[in-house]
């Protein structure tokens, strides 16, 4: 199916708003960061949900919010590991689907957390600071078996670390997880980094087809990677593509753009979990781009929000 105006339209908006690409990010975006924080005053506007409770806390020193109905409230719990290049905080369209969370888990808790970013921090900080959080999701009585994790582009790269660190650790991991564009390959060694590299709003250069070793040139000069410190780029916690797995992880529901970069790192990940015998969904929309259901304004993004919210009511057992 061919991408819709809307979508094309708001691919032009994330090539025009968005573009991180390390050729122009200096002159382009080197305040977007600053200018996305500086609407945290705009926060309290999206939390007006009628029969719900918010409450924000601090764990260790993370800032932690949650979300959940002010009565009758189940179990459950999603626990939204948040994107941004691991350089952003968590910004407000994350809270906008919240109620929507809530209601596909039966009145479930959301739990969202605000971790240290680069420069300031590097790996293993942003994974430490995950498990303090589960940990401490944990202590308030929520069960891992009750949680789905959802994560997009970082978060989605924290969501299967944290999978990965309760699975070595034989700690029992989530019921579920959510990825959207999520950020597992830092060697950037998949062939869609060339074929998509012209089509890529975000990440790549309109009309340009670079070979895999002028992307590596170009991507490992990029401020993007700064969040992984010392680390190896092939790391298994670094690059959760790159790794094996076994038939113990949660169902998985991924979605990646048609014309992104991260096409066939995520495409690896979800055929390496399934081969190893896990249940994985995986959704590729033609000619979408990095997180795009995030947006939510489109066609495109309304139907794999739609998935999104079956697959947690089919995970967790919830009639409409």
């Not at 990010?25 to 007006?48: A, Q, T, Y």
């Not at 989605?156 to 650790?169: I, R």
């Not at 410190?229 to 753009?257: F, H, K, N, Q």
């Not at 994985?280 to 066609?299: D, N, S």
């Amino acid at each position: 199916m061919e991408p819709s105006i809307l979508g094309r339209i708001f691919a032009e908006i994330a090539r025009a708003a968005g573009n991180v690409n390390p050729v122009i990010v200096e002159k382009k975006n080197k305040n977007l960061v600053k200018d996305l924080r500086s609407m945290e005053p705009l926060f309290p506007i999206f939390l007006g949900r009628r029969g719900y409770k918010f409450k924000k806390v601090k764990v260790d020193g993370i800032k932690v919010e949650i979300f959940k109905p002010k009565k009758n409230a189940s179990e459950n719990v999603v626990f939204v590991c948040h994107g941004g290049a691991y350089i952003s905080r968590m910004m407000f369209y994350y809270r906008l689907l919240n109620k929507r969370y809530s209601k596909a888990t039966g009145g479930g808790t959301v739990i969202h957390y605000d971790y240290t970013c680069a420069p300031e921090a590097t790996h293993p900080s942003m994974i430490n600071q995950t498990l303090k959080v589960w940990d401490w999701m944990l202590a308030q009585g929520y069960k891992a078996e009750n949680v789905a994790v959802v994560g997009d582009s970082a978060g989605g790269n924290l969501a299967m670390q944290l999978c990965l660190k309760l699975h070595d650790a034989g700690r029992t991991m989530p019921r579920a997880a959510i990825l959207m564009s999520p950020w597992v390959d830092m060697t950037a060694s998949g062939d869609s980094y060339v074929y998509n590299y012209k089509v890529d709003p975000v990440f790549g250069i309109r009309g340009y087809t670079p070979t895999q070793e002028e992307v590596r040139s170009l991507l490992y000069k990029s401020e993007l990677y700064q969040w992984i410190g010392e680390s190896p780029r092939d790391d298994r916690y670094v690059s959760p593509a790159l790794t094996d797995y076994d038939g113990t992880y949660p169902d998985m529901w991924i979605t990646v753009g048609g014309n992104e970069l991260l096409r066939s790192e995520v495409e690896l990940l979800a055929k390496k979990l399934e081969d190893a015998g896990n249940k994985v969904v995986i959704h590729v929309p033609k000619g979408m781009f990095h997180a795009y259901p995030v947006y939510e304004l489109f066609p495109e993004a309304q139907r794999a929000l739609k998935m999104i919210f079956a697959f947690l009511r089919e995970e967790f057992g919830v009639t409409e």
